[in-house]
């Protein structure tokens, strides 16, 4: 399973998106969730089997695998 999802939208896009469904989906199974219109811009860094990820606003994560 997905540990991170990373979703670029634009603050009032007139798409609506993210749609509701999807984010239940994603909140349903524990994913983590980043979008750029509520973290800002988010940079990811890989080194090996390691995943780091730095958000606008200063938010970190590691994932391993």
Do not use: C, M, W
């Not at 980043?34 to 988010?42: M, P, S, V």
């Not at 990811?44 to 730095?54: G, K």
């Amino acid at each position: 399973k997905p540990e991170l999802a990373i979703i670029s939208v634009g603050n009032n896009n007139s798409y609506n998106h993210p749609d509701e469904r999807v984010i239940n989906l994603l909140d349903g199974f524990k994913i983590k969730r980043l979008q750029t219109n509520i973290n800002g811009a988010i940079k990811i860094y890989v080194f090996n089997h390691l995943l780091i990820y730095q958000t606008a606003k200063n938010q970190f994560g590691l994932l391993f695998k």
